[in-house]
C-alpha cells in the first residue's frame, strides 16, 4: 500500500521519523542567478546538496527518499538546459553508484527514464539491476515523471485486469513497492506540488520551506523530520 496506512511504532503511537519522505528539489537557477553563475552551476551544487540529504536520510533512519529530479514538464526547458541535466545524471551514476551499492542503497526510479538518450537509460537500468538485492534504504528518483500520467496508467492497468479501486490502482502505480508517503517537502518557497507525487501525497504532511535546494543541506533535513515529528497525524479521525 502506497498511502493510507497510518505509520504506527509498537505502542500504537505514529513513527517519530518518516519511513517516505519525497522531495521537490526547487530553486537551483536562482541559487545560480544570485550568484553570477550560469543555471548549470546551480544544477551541479543540487546534486551535491541531493548527497548530503540522502546520507542524513540513512542516518535519521529514513526507509526511502525520493527526489524530484526531471518532471514530464522539464522538456519545455531550454535544450542547453536540459543537455546540462542529462550530462549531470551521467556524471551522478557513475560517480555515485558504488557508494549507493556499498551502502545498501536500492536505486529505484519513477516515470520513464527511457526517454532519455539510449544511453543514459541504459546506465540508469544497470544502476537499478546492481542495486535491486539492496534493502538499508531506497532511493527513488523521478524521472521524465508526471503524477497526473502515473494515475492514468495505474488506472488504464486496473481497469484491464478488472479491478477499479483504489488498492487496485496503487498496485499498479510506480511507487507500489514503496512505503506510504509520509513527509513531501518542497524547497525555495513555492506551494505547489507541481505534478508530484499526487496521489500519494493524499495524506503526506507537506512542508514547505524558503531554502533554496543547494542550500538545503542534512541539518535542513533533521530540521524537517524534526518538524515532522511534532505534528499529529488523524487521516480524517479525531
Known amino acids: 500500500m502506497t498511502s493510507g496506512a497510518q505509520p504506527a511504532s509498537a505502542g500504537g503511537a505514529p513513527a517519530s521519523v518518516p519511513r517516505h519522505v519525497a522531495i521537490i528539489m526547487d530553486g537551483n537557477g536562482r541559487w545560480a542567478k544570485a550568484r553570477g553563475l550560469p543555471r548549470a552551476a546551480g544544477h551541479r551544487a543540487g546534486a551535491e546538496a541531493a548527497r548530503a540529504v540522502l546520507r542524513a536520510a540513512g542516518e535519521a533512519g529514513v526507509q526511502c527518499l525520493t527526489l524530484y529530479a526531471f518532471s514530464s514538464e522539464n522538456w519545455r526547458r531550454p535544450a542547453q538546459e536540459i543537455a546540462d541535466l542529462t ?40 544502476a537499478v539491476e546492481k542495486t535491486a538485492a539492496n534493502r538499508r534504504m531506497t532511493l527513488a528518483i523521478a524521472l521524465n515523471y508526471g503524477g497526473r500520467s502515473e494515475i492514468v496508467r495505474a488506472a488504464r492497468a486496473a481497469a484491464a485486469a478488472g479491478e477499479i479501486d483504489e488498492e487496485a490502482i496503487e498496485r499498479a502505480l510506480d511507487t507500489s513497492d514503496l512505503p506510504p508517503l509520509d513527509l513531501l517537502i518542497r524547497t525555495s518557497g513555492e506551494h505547489r506540488l507541481s505534478n508530484f507525487l499526487l496521489w500519494q501525497a493524499a495524506y503526506a504532511e507537506l512542508l514547505f520551506v524558503d531554502t533554496l535546494w543547494p542550500d538545503f543541506d542534512g541539518d535542513a533535513l533533521r530540521a524537517a523530520l524534526a518538524d515532522y515529528a511534532r505534528r499529529e497525524r488523524r487521516y480524517g479521525g479525531l
Open 87 to 126: 550530462g549531470l545524471l551521467r556524471f551522478y551514476i557513475q560517480r555515485e553508484l558504488s557508494n549507493l551499492h556499498k551502502e545498501g542503497i536500492r536505486l529505484k526510479i519513477l516515470g520513464d527514464h527511457n526517454a532519455f538518450e539510449a544511453d543514459v537509460a541504459k546506465m540508469v537500468d544497470k
